[in-house]
């Protein structure tokens, strides 16, 4: 590792106006991720506009700082409220709200605040030592292996909507269909354009993305909202937290942050899995499991820990292979390559600058994400209070500013707006948005890269056996596929070892 | 409600023929492969197709159960005002080039905000919707320097 790279990403990041993208990415991501029914994945969307006509690395250093900002955010919503902004705040209401009640908001959001920072932080090292090595071995992908992985990360993501299989295929098809509008690419032919000129490009993803997110979730809250708690300024109570917090707090932050980052890398993971699946391991392994949902303070951090890595470590796929491991990654992937960025292994080897003064962002990221979250604790209450009727419209206009701003035509409206109503019955339904978002983003390389592979070998079974990297891709594959029914076979046979040890 | 559940998975069955439909009568590549063009749609057309029809099979399952989403959705006021809401979103997507940016952006954002607050609180919509209107007119088209019309 050159550790000039890692000085001049420093100096980079420190330059005026780079950190005062990076302020103003973490205050918008924290009152995104604050505000009731936005979650980090909406938030980025709408803010994608800001990002046009700036420096590359400063649009990288804001976006990302939106991203974990918005995790912040949204945690603060679980806490103070028993609302998580998204499903990776979920296992933050678990404890958090019960300090809330017993009068501990401060401290819980001060400690969640420090459990983020470290999480973030371990994460980071994580991926200095991680991505490196990771993108240079993509170097060596060919077609054949590049395909496999797009059969693997779309695999993970659709196996991860357990009982709900059949839906994740169908979104993903959808996601596929769709990336397939526009020129082909190898022989010229216009593919269901409608002779329409806007469409020979394809249809933007971060239309649709903006549309299914923003706008379906517009749509599902003027209905479904359930009016936001109030919250009373004054109970927030002590600011700092205690001694014997952070005595109790250290080790669960310290054990969760690699179980975060771990599965934040794994495509279609994110941080919902991450931090449950740390909440339950402490639930398990603590001393004082029977405080846990009455507002012990290990099981928040935990999760908070998680979290935190977990979108540090989901930003590793995104960039190193151009395959985002959750839905705000997704977005942030679409807006890198609008603004020209390029992610995918070359990044790391034409642009190391870029990678390394967003780590280097990022570590100062989390710390001012901590100063604000704990000095900001009156205001952050206050931007709770918004209405959601003020709130929405203002997500209205900003969608439509971004969708123009993407393509500068009115047909992206059209786009955007019958997006949200299929977003709006997706939600209804049950139909998960991940694998179509994922589907939609690779669905392009991956014909690509299917068709360059068939022109290479002669059978299509040849591509399996190309080099081992696709036949572990491969069966990883088909385990991602055989993932639920495994669980089921588990269960079942448990349930039956319980029903002999009955009798 | 039952309808409701139904929708998806026929407009996805709708969706797939359609794209099969469309791939079917694409012209034939002149470079390369003649139907390379045509293979990858194909595909996820059938794909597509396969398992919407599992899923519409598989709904029935759902019939009678209670979902307290979908019953707020078929309450009248709900379709509504989801109904005036796209109503709008559609006249600002007519109105958006022709009369410009900042205008019409004023007129979707004082529509709406009146249609959801109500008169009593004109102050705060009138408020909002200038606010919102030129602070973004500002941002984007002076310090992002992008155009709008």
């Not at chain 1, 959750?326 to 790391?348: E, K, N």
């Not at chain 2, 794209?19 to 794909?47: C, D, E, K, R, W």
Request: net charge neutral; proline share 5%.
């Amino acid at each position: 590792m050159d550790l000039s790279f890692v000085l001049d990403g420093l100096w980079t990041a420190l330059q005026p106006i780079n950190l005062l993208w990076l302020i103003i990415g973490a205050i918008l991501g924290t009152i995104v991720g604050i505000l009731p029914g936005l979650g980090p994945a909406t938030g980025v969307a709408v803010l994608i506009p800001l990002t046009f006509g700036m420096e590359p690395v400063s649009a990288l250093i804001l976006m990302a700082a939106i991203y974990y900002g918005a995790l912040f955010g949204g945690s603060r919503s679980s806490i103070l409220i028993n609302t998580p902004g998204d499903g990776s705040s979920i296992a933050a209401t678990f404890d958090g709200y019960p300090m809330t009640k017993n009068g501990q908001a401060g401290q819980a959001m001060s400690i969640a605040a420090m459990a983020s920072l470290i999480g973030g932080v371990m994460a980071i090292f994580g991926f200095i030592f991680l991505a490196i090595p990771l993108a240079n071995f993509a170097l060596n992908f060919g077609p054949a292996e590049y395909l496999f992985l797009f059969f693997f990360a779309l695999s993970a993501v659709v196996a991860l909507s357990i009982g709900n299989m059949v839906k994740g295929f169908i979104t993903m098809f959808l996601g596929l269909g769709i990336s397939t509008i526009g020129i082909d690419l190898q022989s010229g032919v216009h593919r269901h354009t409608f002779d329409i000129p806007h469409f020979t490009e394809g249809i933007s993803f971060v239309v649709i993305i903006i549309g299914i997110y923003a706008i379906g979730e517009v749509l599902y809250n003027m209905f479904a909202n359930k009016q936001p708690k109030d919250v009373d300024g004054s109970k927030i109570g002590q600011k700092w937290f205690t001694k014997e917090q952070w005595r109790r707090s250290i080790a669960p932050i310290l054990r969760s942050g690699p179980i975060g980052f771990f599965l934040g890398v794994l495509p279609g993971s994110g941080g919902t899995i991450s931090s449950l699946l740390a909440y339950s391991t402490e639930k398990q392994i603590s001393k004082n499991k029977k405080q846990f949902g009455k507002g012990a303070v290990e099981g928040l951090v935990a999760p908070e820990s998680a979290n935190s890595s977990a979108a540090v470590g989901s930003l590793i796929p995104m960039l190193t292979m151009a395959i985002p491991g959750s839905a705000t990654t997704a977005v942030m992937l679409g807006a890198l390559v609008m603004i020209g960025i390029t992610p995918g292994p070359l990044l790391f080897e034409n642009s190391p600058d870029l990678v390394w003064t967003l780590i280097n962002s990022m570590f100062i990221g989390n710390i001012i994400l901590v100063i604000i979250n704990i000095a900001m604790v009156g205001v952050l209450v206050k931007i709770l209070k918004t209405p959601p009727k003020v709130l929405y419209p203002i997500v209205l206009i900003l969608s439509f500013i971004g969708a123009y701003t993407l393509g500068y035509s009115t047909i992206d409206f059209y786009i955007l707006i019958i997006a949200g109503v299929i977003g709006l019955f997706m939600r209804l339904l049950d139909y998960p948005i991940v694998p179509l978002i994922l589907a939609l983003i690779v669905g392009g390389e991956m014909e690509q890269n299917l068709r360059r592979a068939l022109v290479i070998y002669d059978q299509p079974v040849d591509m399996l056996f190309a080099s081992p990297i696709t036949i572990v891709l491969a069966l990883l594959t088909l385990l991602s596929f055989s993932y639920p029914l495994i669980i089921k076979l588990v269960k079942r046979a448990s349930k039956n070892k319980d029903h002999t040890v009955d009798l | 409600m039952n309808a409701v559940r139904l929708s998806l998975p026929i407009f996805f069955i709708v969706v797939s023929l359609v794209l099969a439909i469309l791939t079917l009568q694409l012209p034939h590549a002149q470079l390369g492969n003649p139907y390379g063009p045509m293979y990858f749609p194909l595909v996820v057309s059938i794909g597509l197709f396969l398992f919407s029809v599992i899923d519409l099979i598989k709904t029935r399952h759902y019939f009678g159960k209670e979902n307290e989403d979908l019953k707020a959705l078929l309450k009248k006021e709900t379709l509504f005002t989801l109904g005036v809401i796209l109503a709008l979103c559609l006249l600002y997507t007519l109105i958006f080039e022709r009369v410009g940016f900042l205008l019409s952006t004023v007129i979707f954002l004082a529509a709406i905000m009146f249609f959801l607050n109500g008169k009593k609180k004109w102050m705060l919509n009138i408020i909002v919707t200038l606010v919102v209107s030129g602070s973004s007119w500002y941002v984007f088209s002076y310090l992002l320097e992008i155009s709008l019309p």
